[in-house]
């Protein structure tokens, strides 16, 4: 019987197994596939939005501006055209940071909060995870500015989990101001809900705290208060539910409000915090 295989030699593989065993590169090729109604559509009008008092241009999709934002929504749609130059289609947002509305440009398109600077990215005091939480409260005040829920949404999930990693909370004199001046209820109240329920006598002591923004920490002091005059403090380490300092259409909140993940409460177990 005539063979295909010379004398001595070995047998390869059933053809069979190429198919019931994959290869890792088949593997990886199934993992990238997917609907190709599930792609997102790179066709359409661009506008240019020049950002800061630099003007760094941004191309991005009309209509992804427009159906994320009302603030683009009423600008596009507008038959005066507001700030947008019909010869340029052109956009101005001086009062921003090109930094910071990177990192919106990425979320229209990718979905995800690019804010990580790494480890081996430090502020002016050798701190990675200031860097960070300067970019997201920024980045809230830009959401609440252009009226784009799901960015603002995200940022505040974004600045939760890094405080939660890290066990800081942007509590220091900066970021209180910061989230004073941003229009954002919902970061104030963030701010303030966690001073409510993770403060110790030892901020309370803290000679700063009682010149920088008085108005915020009698707020705390007041909420504290009512604590008292109910059950007081849970006896859990408190986690905030990301839901309550979302923003939320007509109303309606998450279908399925997004916790913080925690493993366990040992995260907090030695939570820092910044004052000063």
């Not at 501006?65 to 749609?77: H, I």
């Not at 990192?103 to 860097?131: E, R, V, W």
């Not at 220091?172 to 004073?180: C, D, F, M, P």
């Amino acid at each position: 019987m005539f063979s295909s295989y010379p004398t001595g030699s070995k047998r390869g593989p059933p053809i069979s197994s190429f198919f019931s065993d994959p290869s890792p590169a088949t593997k990886k090729i199934k993992h990238v596939r997917s609907l190709q109604s599930e792609g997102a559509s790179f066709q359409g009008q661009v506008i240019s939005v020049l950002v800061g008092n630099e003007e760094k241009k941004f191309t991005i999709h009309a209509d992804r501006l427009s159906a994320s934002s009302e603030f683009f929504k009423r600008l596009l749609n507008s038959s005066s055209k507001g700030f947008l130059e019909n010869a340029t289609n052109e956009v101005r947002l001086p009062e921003h940071s090109p930094e910071v509305f990177e990192l919106y440009a990425q979320f229209l398109y990718a979905g995800q909060i690019y804010s990580d600077p790494g480890k081996t990215a430090l502020d002016k005091n050798n701190n990675s995870h200031a860097l960070e939480t300067n970019l997201l409260i920024d980045a809230i005040t830009l959401a609440d500015y252009l009226q784009d829920d799901e960015f603002h949404n995200a940022a505040i999930d974004a600045l939760i989990s890094q405080a939660i990693e890290t066990n800081i909370w942007p509590v220091n004199s900066e970021w209180i101001g910061k989230a004073l001046t941003s229009g954002s209820a919902s970061l104030v109240k963030l701010l303030k809900d966690f001073c409510v329920f993770n403060s110790n006598a030892a901020w309370w002591t803290n000679d700063k705290m009682g010149d920088s923004h008085p108005e915020f920490w009698i707020s705390v002091a007041k909420e504290m208060a009512l604590l008292l005059d109910g059950a007081g403090r849970p006896p859990m380490k408190w986690v905030p539910t990301n839901c309550n300092y979302h923003r939320h259409k007509a109303g309606v909140r998450c279908v399925s409000p997004a916790l913080a993940v925690i493993e366990s409460t040992s995260y907090f177990d030695d939570l820092q915090y910044w004052v000063g």
